[in-house]
């Protein structure tokens, strides 16, 4: 008996499935987050520490999603690698990125380093990049699952930002000019601390850089940011206001998503 064909509705669940599903690599945190990894690491044990160490220099929780994302995003990046045991070791990127004088041009090479953001590069080298729906539409031609398009792009955008490849131009990627005397300098230094508010935190110096790196992974303002990645986001700030400022007090803020519900009917 001849095998019937599928019918045509299931071979388009199909395309649709395989259509949800990235082809790409490219990470879920932007390169300040990588950075703050690499650090991270560096602070611990140089150049390698256990993925325990890591969580609790960091005061994050070792099983946390937000953290494995956020250690996952410093790889993508090419900046670490993992080995059994759960230990983490810095590449020479990563080694590169975690010295104040290698700084600013090791960022640049780990922007490229991503697959998704090495190829929107050469795709459009040298021309403005396109507007918010049709740059979505190319992410997923080059791989990218339909449902992750719009985090997709906002983490390359702000990456590149924080990688210095909207120095020279805010409408389109171009590789940082590397000046003599300023390979220590980063991409948010270069600009004058525009984007971090240049503010001196009271005390008559620039804010603190976890700080400011914490600003910098905020979304671009009028941007749909999931109540969930703002959850994310507080409970990233608040490890990193427990490691730079330190109280008697003992407890901790809980942070929660609190549901919506509809308001009592007052007119009984």
């Known amino acids: 008996m001849e ?4 019918p045509a509705a299931n071979e388009s669940e199909a395309t ?4 949800e599903r990235s082809t790409i690599e490219f990470p879920y945190t932007d390169l300040d987050n990588a950075v703050e990894i690499v650090r991270g690491v560096h602070e611990v044990g140089g150049t390698a520490c256990t993925y325990d160490q890591l969580a609790a220099q960091l005061q994050a929780e070792a099983s946390g999603g937000g ?6 995003g410093a790889k993508t990046f090419g900046l670490l690698t993992y080995e059994r045991g759960g230990r983490i070791t810095l590449t ?3 080694r590169e990125i975690a010295d104040p004088q290698s700084e600013r041009p090791a960022r640049a090479r780990a922007f490229l380093a991503v697959p998704l953001y090495e190829r929107v590069f050469n795709e459009y080298r040298g ?3 396109p507007p918010q729906a049709a740059l979505e539409r190319a992410l ?3 791989g990218v699952g339909q449902k992750v398009t719009d985090k997709a792009r906002q983490v ?3 990456s590149a930002r924080q990688a210095g490849y909207f120095e020279l131009s805010q409408d389109r990627l171009t590789s940082p000019p590397i000046r003599p005397g300023d390979a220590g300098r980063s991409p948010q230094q270069e600009d004058g601390g525009k984007r971090d508010g240049g503010s001196d935190g009271g005390g008559g110096g620039k804010l603190h850089p976890l700080i400011q790196g914490l600003l910098m992974t905020l979304p671009e303002p009028r941007t749909d940011w999931a109540i969930s990645e703002r959850q994310n986001w507080l409970v990233m700030a608040n490890s990193i206001f427990k490691m730079i400022y330190p109280t008697q007090e003992t407890g901790d803020v809980e942070i929660k998503k609190v549901d919506g519900g509809k308001e009592p009917d007052k007119s009984q």
Request: net charge positive; aromatic share 8%; no cysteine.
């Open 3 to 6: 095998s019937q064909p599928k």
């Open 16 to 19: 649709a499935a395989k259509n």
């Open 67 to 72: 953290f494995r994302m956020r250690v996952g």
């Open 92 to 94: 020479e990127l990563g």
């Open 127 to 129: 021309r403005p990049l």
């Open 140 to 142: 997923v031609a080059f």
């Open 156 to 158: 390359m955008l702000r």
